[in-house]
């Protein structure tokens, strides 16, 4: 029996910013991130669809450079 592939927003890129608490690769808080493989499939889609709004903010106070 093989364990089903879990969807992650991972990018290898894994440091967290001191003032917003947040992964600035990935979006993801450090409870987020640790917890990741326990939480339920509706858990970790809620998580995946407040990471784009996140990583825009992340964006706007220049703590990551603009896509492209």
Known sequence: MTRP????PCIKVCAVDGET??????????KEI????????AGRRDVMDQLPER????RA????RAAG
Do not use: T, V
């Open 5 to 8: 592939n879990i969807e992650s």
């Open 21 to 30: 608490g947040l992964c600035l690769g990935c979006g993801r808080s450090l």
């Open 34 to 41: 640790g917890g990741w493989m326990q939480f339920d499939d």
């Open 55 to 58: 990583l825009d903010h992340l």
């Open 61 to 64: 106070i220049g703590k990551i």
